[in-house]
């Protein structure tokens, strides 16, 4: 059983385009985050929810829009696509914590914007 | 201002030898550190991770990391490294309510 799991894997689309990426995962955690990984591997926390609640937003820009339904989900839409926003996108969980949890990530997104 | 800082961008060493992934963090409190692999088109994976404590602390795969406060250093090794180990590195703090920071990364390369 995936714990995390995202979807798509793979995104290909054209500038200017809206989409958006699925998150689940089954491990019961309250805990979710969106990360950004460029092309030199650096991965820059997004976004941090805990039971649905949005805590941490680190100056994204507000063309990314996150959504949790519920406590398992934690779904990103992004409009109007940017090259810029090329970039693997991952997302992961942890149990409620102070930074002291270990996260468990899904294997990512790779979003292409042509 | 909190960071996480991996000096070696790359490193290569033969199957068998021994390694050592260096990291240096900045960090007002006590700090919560971890180490994670990624495999190529993979999510990371928690390797080890050190909240107090015994400095010296034991992760899977064979792996080890070793907390040094006056350092600031939380290095990981690995007694004999595996061709399986090639994977890209990371090492991340706890910086505080629901945020981690992560280093950039180190590439391992191993020859056979």
């Known amino acids: 059983d995936t714990a995390v799991s995202q979807t798509p894997k793979y995104l290909v689309t054209q500038m200017g385009n809206d989409k958006s990426i699925k998150c689940e995962q089954n491990?019961?955690?309250?805990?979710m985050y969106w990360y950004k990984q460029d092309s030199k591997k650096f991965l820059k926390i997004m976004f941090s929810y805990n039971n649905k609640e949005l805590i941490i937003n680190e100056t994204v820009p507000n063309r990314f829009s996150p959504k949790s339904p519920d406590k398992a989900h934690l779904n990103l839409h992004i409009n109007s696509l940017e090259l810029g926003d090329s970039a693997v996108y991952f997302c992961?969980?942890?149990?409620?914590?102070?930074?002291?949890?270990?996260?468990?990530f899904g294997d990512g997104t790779r979003l292409s914007i042509l | 201002a909190q960071s996480v800082t991996q000096p070696d961008i790359h490193i290569t060493v033969s199957e068998g030898a021994s390694l050592e992934l260096r990291c240096n963090y900045s960090?007002?409190?006590?700090?919560?550190l971890f180490w994670y692999v990624q495999s190529p088109g993979q999510g990371l994976q928690l390797l080890l991770k050190y909240f107090s404590g015994d400095t010296l602390v034991q992760g899977i795969k064979g792996f080890e990391a070793e907390f040094k406060r006056s350092q600031s250093s939380f290095n990981l090794r690995k007694p004999s490294v595996h061709w399986s180990d090639a994977a890209e590195y990371f090492c991340a703090v706890g910086a505080g309510t629901y945020k981690y920071i992560f280093g950039t990364g180190t590439r391992l390369k191993v020859l056979a």
């Open positions: 960090y007002g409190a006590t700090p919560y």
């Open positions: 491990l019961g955690h309250d805990t």
């Open positions: 992961a969980s942890s149990p409620a914590g102070r930074g002291n949890q270990p996260q468990h």
